[in-house]
């Protein structure tokens, strides 16, 4: 069993920041790739960032490629999502999720994900 905990969201201006973290609760966090997706009003949910176990290979998706990072600590169960040059159309609930079958390959398909959390609303505004 794994749990996640979101937190970190907020209101923010346009070209602002924000750090979301997931705090993991459950023995399979280390071994386990994790993901942060979203989910803006009246869409499906969107792979944004993936991590390998080790932490050493990630994975964005092209629209946040070169101003969010994800990054885990190992010794505290946190996967961070940093999002820097925040857009309006960043705006979303965001979810972090753990695949706790990873063999090797950081999945980009939210159904491979094993766990969620609860999620963190994140407002851009312009």
């Known amino acids: 069993q794994v749990q996640l905990v979101e937190s970190g969201g907020g209101l923010v201006q346009a070209g602002g920041s924000l750090r979301l973290s997931c705090a993991a609760s459950?023995?399979?966090?280390?071994?386990?790739?994790m993901g942060w997706f979203r989910q803006a009003p009246g869409k499906g949910r969107e792979f944004v960032a993936g991590?390998?176990?080790?932490?050493?290979?990630?994975y964005y998706t092209d629209s946040v490629k070169g101003r969010f990072t994800i990054s885990r600590h190992s010794g505290k169960n946190i996967v961070y999502l940093q999002m820097n040059s925040l857009k309006p159309e960043d705006t979303a609930v965001y979810y972090c999720?753990?695949?706790?079958?990873?063999?090797?390959?950081?999945?980009?398909?939210?159904?491979?994900?094993?766990?969620w959390g609860q999620g963190t609303q994140a407002t851009v505004s312009s």
């Open positions: 999720a753990a695949d706790i079958n990873y063999t090797g390959y950081v999945s980009l398909n939210l159904n491979e994900y094993d766990y």
């Open positions: 459950g023995r399979t966090f280390s071994s386990s790739a």
């Open positions: 991590i390998n176990r080790s932490g050493s290979r990630t």
